[in-house]
């Protein structure tokens, strides 16, 4: 038995005044699109869910760093501040185990780069876009998933949601608002590199942001030539408005600042991602 080739475009009847004609769809069509970065996405995240290292890295280790923060910040903090350091322990570390990951996406675009399964998908009929989407898309989910593992840790410590269920609804997807930003940033270098050195080595920054953060230890706690540094920069931003959604306090600016740093960083790395992400599906 033999199965005809398939056409690079989707083919379908149309029978204007009786006659059989044959619609041709553009593999690049925005019908596409969708569909595709679906079935796309869904490869990803069955890849992520079946490697061990990645799920200890991206669940475990949040949930017990959580647990550590508190048992040694825990009462010093609520000492100072009259509140739980939950508040601001909790955002923190979701948006660290988010960010974190990223490097494992990176990691994995590379090495697919080099035995070649990017430039496979490159000569298939499908979507330009949808293999950079899917993989967006992907982190998006991982993100929004170690928050709610993140969460439900925090509630076993004590953590408690006092602003009403659609606030509560937002703070779980803030953390994915600044991380998918950072996330294509890490792509982008990622797919510029040689080696998986440069993106792993984004974990200094990552570490930078967790520690000079309003999450690790209240602004005031800061010496003053480096609170506006601490108070001005995204992880800060994001906490703040987690904590309003949360606890209290305010909500409105924080979360303008964090779109800001968020849309500013993902539109200054959308151009050279998308070039190298073309180039790397091209080589070979």
Known sequence: MTVAAQPSAAQAPHRPGGRHRMQRVWENSPRRLIPQTWVLTARILRRWSRDPATLVQSLVMPAGFLVALDIVLGDGIEAVT??????????????????????????????????????????????????????????????????????????ALGFRFEQGIPAAIAWVFMPAVFGVALSAAVLTLALYSSNTIVPQATEIIIAMLMFFSIGFVPL????????????????????????????????????????VWSVGIFAACLVPLAIGYRKASKRG
């Open 82 to 155: 009259g509140n739980s350091g939950l508040y601001g322990q909790v955002p923190l570390v979701a948006l660290v185990g988010g960010m974190t990951g990223a490097i494992i996406g990176a990691v994995n675009i590379m090495r697919e780069r080099e035995v070649g399964l990017l430039s496979r998908f490159w000569v298939v009929p499908v979507h330009r876009g949808a293999g950079l989407l899917a993989r967006l898309t992907a982190d998006v989910v991982r993100m929004v998933v170690i928050t709610l593992v993140v969460l439900g840790v925090g509630v």
């Open 220 to 259: 005031d706690q800061y010496p003053d030539w480096l609170q506006p540094i601490v108070e001005h920069q995204p992880v800060s931003y994001t906490i703040e408005a987690m904590r309003g959604l949360a606890l209290e306090g305010p909500i409105a600016e924080p979360v303008m600042w964090t779109m």
